[in-house]
């Protein structure tokens, strides 16, 4: 196992840069998920580490080593791809083996590592099969297997479960981390997904347009979004947001939409201050001194009910884990909570309240 220490690293493509000045330090035995929108980097950087992309500009160490100038095969670690990349003519202990078999090891210790892996796995049962012969997960498992078997001092995962089902990926999800938790080995993981960043991850990197907008652990990006795009990307559903003007009188109000007025808690010298407002669906509450709102669709999912409203014109959702018998075109009156509201600067999208 090794920590992974990334400085100042950049890539440009000709002139065109996509990877802008980026510091991420990955402690020895993390699990750490680089998340973003398509085209932000992300899969890139995991590139850069991983040595399948030169460098631009910067360092990149995994344990005391700078690997800028190694290949692949001297960096130790191993990938596990979307497409899962196994051989259809090799058995899945075939498979699992291959990489150590091209270094040369004994047989006795690939078959050792092999049995390790497939039980760690539960792979067992399936190790004289061939791909063609297993389902996706499966496949991905062997995939995680070949990586296992090498021993390696970081995994490298980019997007594995992109080609899985929703019940699959959920599962899969629950399997990698539970793997994490047993071999505390290194890992990176890229997702474009931010539910699987928010479940599987020690620390989360949101990257956008080549850049980290915030690091930090699930629960503290969600709670504490340093800027705007963070706060609308963590969360399911989005966070909603209102443009509008802090008003300062003795207590302070937000002047949204249409003049509609909602509680918060501003910083000082913010009158006058034209700013977004955000407040998560799962943060209103129906309540008589809310603020009136017209139901437009209603999705109950079961275990809770999203509701899509105009609130001053302007369409947000609420979630309620009650049930409530709503119909479209009812009236409602909303109340954010106080205390939960989150305040950005309409100009730089970043957080102005505490």
Do not use: W
């Not at 990334?6 to 440009?12: E, G, L, P």
């Not at 210790?109 to 061939?130: N, Q």
């Not at 969600?222 to 966070?239: E, K, L």
């Amino acid at each position: 196992m090794a920590s992974v220490a990334i400085r100042d690293v950049r890539k440009s493509y000709g002139a065109t840069a996509v990877i802008h000045g980026v510091d991420i330090t990955i402690n020895d035995g993390e699990f750490v998920v680089l998340v973003g929108p398509s085209g932000c980097g992300k899969s890139t950087l995991l590139r850069m580490i991983a040595g399948l992309e030169n460098i631009t500009g910067g360092e990149i160490s995994i344990g005391d080593r700078v690997v800028n100038n190694l290949p692949p095969k001297e960096r130790d670690i191993a990938m596990v791809f979307q497409n899962y990349a196994l051989y259809p003519h090799m058995t899945v202990a075939a498979n699992m083996a291959f990489s150590m078999k091209l270094r040369g090891a004994p047989k006795d210790e690939i078959d050792m590592r092999v049995k390790r892996a497939a039980e760690i796995l539960d792979l067992g049962p399936y190790l004289e099969r061939f791909p063609r012969q297993l389902s996706g997960g499966q496949r991905q498992r062997v995939a995680m297997g070949r990586a296992i078997v090498r021993d390696p001092q970081v995994f490298l995962f980019d997007e594995p479960l992109s080609n899985l089902d929703a019940k699959l990926r959920v599962q899969m999800r629950t399997e990698i981390k539970e793997l994490h938790q047993r071999l505390k080995t290194t890992t990176v993981y890229v997702t474009h997904d931010q539910i699987e960043a928010m479940t599987m991850a020690d620390k989360i990197v949101v990257m956008h347009d080549g850049i980290v907008e915030q690091i930090g652990t699930p629960l503290e990006l969600y709670d504490h979004p340093a800027n705007q795009f963070v706060a609308g990307f963590i969360g399911s559903p989005s966070m909603n947001f209102l443009k509008g003007t802090v008003r300062v009188n003795g207590s302070a109000i937000f002047e949204g939409p249409n003049g509609i007025q909602l509680p918060i808690s501003a910083p000082a010298n913010a009158n006058g201050r034209a700013a977004v407002y955000g407040i998560r669906p799962e943060h209103f509450t129906l309540a008589d001194d809310g603020t009136e709102a017209e139901i437009v669709v209603i999705e109950p999912t079961g275990s809770e009910t999203q509701v899509f409203a105009k609130l001053g014109g302007q369409e947000v959702v609420a979630v309620f884990r009650e049930r409530h018998q709503f119909e479209p075109g009812e009236k409602v009156r909303l109340k954010p909570t106080a205390g939960l509201v989150h305040l950005f600067d309409e100009a730089t999208g970043k957080r102005l309240n505490a």
